[in-house]
């Protein structure tokens, strides 16, 4: 029987082998499914130009800190996987997901109303669909899919 591999909440592997595997061009990523985003999806349309620049883990307060019966309750902060300015100079903000929790989707409620600009995208791999699909696409190609097979 083998050693289980040390794992994050996230189920991300987290020992070091896990981290060297997660590790491109000197800078670790959270996980392989985002590191996966940036060499098939940013750096392609940087060499392209379709993609002038972008960060990583940018962060947003969506609800700034405020006292409550005297007790200070602290902000609701989110922070970006990618933030991507296109060739038009607009902004897009992408979550890299595998399934969104109930969280991440009141999160995205919250920065859509607080930064409608950021153009936040839930984006996810799947290669059925084509590779990297938009969540709320990938939501509907799949019952669709269901709804086809019953």
């Not at 909440?9 to 020992?15: C, E, F, G, P, Q």
Request: proline share 3%; hydrophobic share 35%.
């Amino acid at each position: 029987m083998g050693i289980a591999k040390a794992k994050s909440k996230y189920h991300v592997d987290i020992s070091e082998q896990g981290k060297k595997n997660r590790t491109y061009k000197g800078v670790t990523y959270d996980s392989l499914t985002e590191l996966r985003f940036l060499q098939e999806f940013i750096e392609p349309r940087m060499k392209s130009g379709e993609i002038l620049s972008y960060e990583r883990q940018v962060e947003y307060v969506l609800q700034e800190k405020f006292k409550y019966n005297g007790k200070t309750i602290l902000p609701i902060k989110y922070r970006s996987d990618f933030n991507v300015i296109w060739a038009d100079g607009t902004l897009q903000v992408f979550d890299v997901k595998g399934n969104p929790d109930s969280m991440s989707l009141l999160k995205r409620k919250m920065m859509w109303c607080k930064y409608p600009e950021a153009n936040l995208t839930f984006i996810c791999r799947n290669l059925k669909y084509g590779g990297w699909v938009e969540f709320d696409t990938l939501k509907k190609l799949r019952k669709e899919a269901k709804k086809a097979k019953s």
